[in-house]
């Protein structure tokens, strides 16, 4: 509504959601479960797909995880169909780069912008819930560690094209994993390199060091009918 229909700026909207957000998980945490209460909360079982999952090294990586990891798989496909496939997927496109031309053509450039908002949040709400009860099983204040401020490098790293973003995210997922990965190996390397890696290959992707980056059009513009 701030961004869509008040047209207030998407940058400081969004880093203002995020604080906010920040402060009423922690505060909702405490009022539900108490101040002294464990971090440990129930998570979501593991499945273990038959014959798939005994493959020595991937088997494990891929066929035993949790039921989330399988739904995450479907709707990068699910959303890649939608986006690339679909009458609302042009639609999404067609106002990305150009929404006053859209609006010509007869699109509701708000109502396309308020549904790509919604369904972009409620891929986030899901990626969120996989960390605390798919991954962790655990809440703790400020989690996350910047994981969304990957993601939106892994956008724009891609390019906007979805295989490209879900190769760019499994490298910087690659990039996290080493920080646990390697001391387990027996590589003697400073933790803090490690941890800041995957940050590291991020300012590389938005800085636009790895290749020609086209950005869309009309990204973060706000909209005013008629001009």
């Not at 780069?97 to 409620?122: F, H, N, S, T």
């Amino acid at each position: 509504m701030l961004s869509v229909t008040f047209r207030a700026n998407q940058l400081v909207v969004g880093i203002g959601f995020n604080i906010l957000v920040l402060g009423v998980t922690t505060f909702l945490f405490r009022e539900i479960r108490g101040s002294g209460a464990s971090d440990l909360i129930p998570g979501l079982p593991i499945w273990r797909i038959p014959l798939l999952s005994r493959i020595p090294v991937i088997g494990p990586a891929l066929f035993e995880q949790s039921s989330l990891f399988y739904v995450g798989v479907v709707l990068i496909v699910a959303t890649w169909l939608l986006i690339a496939h679909t009458s609302f997927g042009l639609a999404v496109r067609a106002v990305g780069e150009d929404p006053i031309a859209a609006d010509k053509a007869g699109l509701d450039v708000g109502r396309v912008r308020y549904l790509g908002v919604l369904y972009a949040g409620g891929m986030t709400g899901v990626a969120g819930c996989f960390l605390s009860i798919a991954d962790l099983n655990t809440f703790t204040e400020g989690m996350t560690k910047g994981a969304g401020y990957l993601a939106l490098a892994s956008v724009i790293f891609g390019s906007w094209t979805g295989w490209r973003t879900a190769l760019a995210c499994i490298l910087f997922g690659a990039a996290t994993a080493l920080q646990f990965l390697l001391p387990n190996l027996g590589f003697h390397v400073p933790p803090a390199l490690l941890v800041m890696l995957p940050y590291v290959l991020a300012l590389f992707a938005v800085g636009g060091l790895v290749g020609n980056i086209r950005t869309p059009a009309a990204l973060g513009l706000a909209f005013f009918r008629g001009r």
